[in-house]
């Protein structure tokens, strides 16, 4: 008997604890369903609703879906969305691996610290700061680039006024801004591997390249696949920078798939298009990042 008072009072104890904490976690609960939960479940309910700012909301079914999927300009926006990210997030990745590489070989030498600030400061930067600064760079008349180019014997570049050139231009300004957040994130995976590993694959006669593919890229497995979902994420929702850039331009070239969802609701007025829009990015991305989490994590155990 005593032994189940002991029970019944420890299970109470526990749940009065059970309580507490979830008073603790409920404002930021309560954040989350305002702010995500709440706004996504509206967004289905109004890709299936025909509403404008001058009509009443009203039952459209399917009609929004038909729309969309018959649209030249939504398969553009795709089209775009996945050339820029095709380009932009390999490309970023790989450098930041490099710049991460040469930070952890020269240490704590000085100026390092300075050096990768200098290199984070894009990250904080306003994406519209940066687009502004870049346009000064690719400006065909006065640019920076172009001059350099003419300084080289090359031809110089349409950079952004050109339908061709215009992604290229604008994954290097994306390349830029990112730079700093993969590298510091890989350099924090490289700092984490112990040194003991790189001393027994010395001493068994491995090569620095041998012990890149063989000890380094596996036992960075983790943060490399962290910055490529986040990278396919940022890449494929952007959207500052090339409204600021080229605003869609030179003819629709750099418009992406959340500035035809922006264009949509608050320029065209068509608010169940978007919606249906910003349902398929959403789906895409969820299904993206299941396949790279499925396809590149890697299980290692030395």
Known sequence: MQNLLYLIRGRTVLQQRARVGYLFILPSLL????????PAIYNLVLSFSEWSLTRPMSFAGLANFESVLTSDRFWNSLRVTLYFSVISVPVTIVLALAVALAFHRVGKLAGTA???????????????????IWMWIFNPAYG???????????????????????????????????????????????????????????????SSRQAFWAITLPLLNRQLVLVSIVEAMTALKTFALPYAATGGGPVEASRTWVM????????????GESAVMSTFLFIFILLLTLAQQKLFTRKVDY
Not at 114 to 132: G, N, Q
Not at 260 to 267: R, S, W
């Open 144 to 206: 920076v680039a172009n001059t350099l180019l003419h300084a080289l014997g090359l031809p110089e570049l349409q950079w952004l006024g050109s339908q061709h050139q215009v992604i290229p231009a604008l994954s290097i300004m994306y390349i830029w801004s990112r730079l700093g957040f993969d590298m510091l994130i890989l350099l924090a995976g490289l700092n984490s591997i112990p040194h003991d590993y790189y001393e027994a694959a010395a001493i068994d006669g491995a």
């Open 31 to 38: 954040f989350v369903v305002a702010l995500f939960v709440f």
């Open 114 to 132: 300075v050096t990768r600030a200098l290199y984070f400061m894009p990250v904080i930067a306003s994406l519209t700061a940066v687009a502004y």
């Open 260 to 271: 035809t969802i922006f264009d949509l609701a608050f320029h065209w007025n068509r608010m």
